[in-house]
Nanobody
Framework: QVQLVESGGGLVQAGGSLRLSCAAS????????MGWFRQTPGKEREFVAA????????YYQDSVKGRFTISRDNAKNTVYLQMNSLQPEDTAVYYC????????????????WGQGTQVTVSS
């Protein structure tokens, strides 16, 4: 079983930056593709970014391309989401996902989720 703990959320003004972290325990991320999703009240959870388990291939939702960067540190068993140029529409709870099915144009999440971290962007 894998446990995921997200951190790094908070309140930031529009145009600001945050870096989210997802620390895994119980299983190693070095052989797992990883993803970030977000959810706002009353809406379904939506895909944000994913990184392939092998190498540095990444995939992003169109609305965050050029602003968000997903990365991984296998030695720390941690995945990151660097978020720049944040906008009010980025406000959501952000969730980390472990071991989903990655292709260069899609990421299907697994059943392994963290508890989420709140990101609030003020205008």
């Amino acid at each position: 079983q894998v446990q995921l703990v997200e951190s790094g959320g908070g309140l930031v003004q529009a145009g600001g930056s945050l870096r989210l972290s997802c620390a895994a325990s119980g299983r190693t991320i070095s052989s797992a593709s990883m993803g970030w999703f977000r959810q706002t009240p009353g809406k379904e959870r939506e895909f944000v970014a994913a990184i392939w388990w092998f190498g540095r291939s990444t995939y992003y939702q169109d609305s965050v391309k050029g602003r968000f960067t997903i990365s991984r540190d296998n030695a720390k068993n941690t995945v990151y989401l660097q978020m720049n140029s944040l906008q009010p529409e980025d406000t959501a709870v952000y969730y980390c996902n472990f071991g989903g099915a990655y292709t260069s144009t899609s990421y299907q999440p697994s059943a392994y989720w963290g508890q989420g971290t709140q990101v609030t962007v003020s205008s």
